[in-house]
C-alpha cells in the first residue's frame, strides 16, 4: 500500500513568486487536506478537497488555491509569495468522515 | 474559536520513566480529541483518539482520556522507551464530519528519552 507522497521535499522561492506544491494520495482515498506547519507551531488547516472540490477552508487568503484531480491527487498553489509563507506544508488524505488521516512527509518552503 | 494548548517541551527522560504531556482545549460544540506523534523524519501519524467524554484512546502503551469538565486530554505513559522519541501533537476537531475536518493542533511536545 503505498502511502501519502509529496513533491518537492524541499524549495526555495524568492518574494513574489509563486509555488505548486503536489500531492498523491493513498490508494483509495477521496479527501486530501493541506495544512501548513510554521517552525516551532503546530500546523493550522488550510483547506480540504473531496471529490475535486474544496470542502472547508482555513483562514488563509485566497492566493492559497488548489485542485484535486481524478486520480484524487492534489496541488496546492501559493501566489505572490511572502516571507511568512516560509513553512513545512503537509498533505493528508483520509477515505472519508470518521476515517483516520494519512500525512505525508511534507514539503519544506523557504522563501527569501 | 477552538484551540489547543499542550504543555512546552522539550521534555527529557529516561528509559522507563512515566512520561505525561498535559493537553487542555476550547472549543464552540462537542469536539473530538487527537493525539499526533510526529517521529524523527517521518510524517504527522495518529497515536489515539476519543470522541465522548470519558472515553479513553489508548495505543503502543500511551493512554489519555477525554475530561469534559476540565477540558483536557493529557497523555500518559508509563514507561517510556528510546524509540518514543518525538514531537507529540495534541489536536481537536468540531463537526459532523469531526473526524478528519480541520483539525486545530496544539505548538506539539518535544520529547527526548534517554537510554
Redesign the interface.
Known sequence: ET??TQSPTHLIKTRGQQVTLRCSSQSGHN?V?W?QQAL??????IF?YYREEEN?R?NFPPRFSGLQFPNYSSELNVNALELDDSALY?C?S?S???????????TRLTVT | GNSVTQMEGPVTLSEEAFLTINCTYTATGYPSLFWYVQYPGEGLQLLLKATKADDKGSNKGFEATYRKETTSFHLEKGSVQVSDSAVYFCALSVGARSNDYKLSFGAGTTVTVRA
Open positions: 502511502g501519502v479527501t487536506s495544512y516551532g507551531q503546530g500546523p493550522q488547516f480540504q472547508g482555513g503537509l493528508a483520509s472519508g468522515s470518521h476515517s483516520p488521516l494519512h500525512f505525508g512527509n511534507g
